[in-house]
């Protein structure tokens, strides 16, 4: 597996344009492997057109992606678990479909932890999607998502809309779960919720990195949590 | 249920510091073997990278100890664990005190205070 004597993530002078507006900029971002980051950044920032870049979900004008040192592509979506902001689940489907949706299309996907994990949700791979609650779809495509054995793993916002219980369930998922050569890159608004799952944390703003350290170093120089740090550098 | 963190400070010293209270006070008894930096990351919900930094502090210390194949091992020795005992006790009373101080209490006031209130929690007690 050469993939691991490269960084896990690189990109180099990336730019994206929506028309005329520019949303990400010149960006440049190294991630290591065995670490959980946090992308964090205001509303409209480019952290999810950040994440769909890295998903080869969009290309970009300029600059470049790397996997484990693989250009992104086609290819590189056998090495990235992507869990999206909305779930792509349809309604008619059972859980147990979805299982083998993935089964079929990622050579990483681990079955047996997946039903184990459900299992332990108490979700029965027979129900259909159509009958599972909001915040239950968003639990069962997060296992979808974490039983892949992946490089990288890209959460846009997994613990959006889901309640405190659960939100506490989807970390603890992600923390047993990840495995140590992989890397998790989390977005999300909500940094003292995952404050201290996370190794890193990356500020967006503006398309651009403003700021890019470990937790622990930016609590030890500034002497204030990520929350705190974020609410000074993005006070409106 | 998720350890508390004060926001002013790195997470992996806090992590370590409840940790060491936790052999200081005897819930991880001398010379026995503490659960894994998984399991305790997953209690604390800290990154397991956290936690690890945090036992190594505390190895760096003395209290801990990491045998290669069974785990960490909490110091056998009973003289290290009481010198901490009793170091962690004038830090109580210190603290205690500078907050005593900052009320406007005076060092024999206090000394007075400390006799006082400490018979009487002994007798609720009773």
Redesign the interface.
């Known amino acids: 597996m050469d993939s691991f004597k490269h960084p896990v993530l690189q990109c180099r002078g990336l730019n994206k344009s929506y028309g005329r507006h520019h949303v990400i900029k010149d960006l440049d971002l190294e991630l290591s492997p ?3 980051v946090g992308l964090v950044g205001p509303n409209g920032a480019g952290k999810t057109t950040l994440i769909k870049l890295i998903c080869s979900l969009l290309t970009a004008q300029s600059g470049q992606i790397l996997i484990g040192g693989h250009p992104v592509g086609a290819g590189s979506k056998a090495l990235v678990s992507y869990l999206p902001e909305r779930t792509y689940l349809a309604d008619w489907m059972k859980v147990a479909d979805a299982l083998e949706l993935f089964a079929d299309f990622y050579a990483d996907f681990d079955r047996e932890k997946a039903l184990d994990m459900l299992a332990r949700l108490s979700v029965d791979p027979k129900a259909r999607f159509k009958t599972l609650s909001k915040g239950t779809r968003e639990k069962v495509q997060l296992v979808l998502v974490m039983s892949r054995k992946a490089l990288l793993y890209v959460l846009d916002e997994p613990i959006g809309g889901v309640d405190p219980a659960a939100r ?1 369930y989807i ?2 998922t992600i ?2 779960n990840y495995n140590e050569e992989g890397t998790i890159l989390i977005s999300t608004h909500l940094i003292s919720d995952v ?5 890193e944390a990356i500020f967006l703003k503006d398309g651009q990195i403003v700021l890019h350290k470990s ?3 930016i ?2 120089e500034e ?3 990520v ?2 740090l974020f609410r000074e550098v993005f006070k409106c | 249920m998720a350890w508390k963190f004060a926001a002013d400070a790195p997470i992996y010293l806090q992590t370590a510091e409840i940790i060491r209270l936790r052999i200081l006070t005897g819930d991880y008894p001398p010379g026995t073997y503490i659960p894994s930096v998984r399991e305790l990351a997953q209690e604390a919900a800290v990154n397991p990278n956290t936690m690890q930094k945090a036992l190594a502090t505390l190895e760096s210390t003395g209290l801990l100890t990491t045998h290669r194949n069974t785990g960490r091992q909490v110091t056998e020795s009973q003289d290290l664990i009481r010198m901490l005992r009793i170091e962690q006790a004038r830090a109580y009373v210190q603290s205690c005190r500078q907050q005593l101080v900052t009320l406007g209490f005076s060092s024999e006031e206090i000394t007075s205070l400390f006799s006082h209130w400490s018979g009487e929690s002994t007798l609720k007690k009773e």
């Open positions: 065995g670490r959980i506490d970390l603890s923390l047993t404050e201290t799952v996370l190794d937790v622990d170093e609590r030890q002497g204030k949590s929350d705190e």
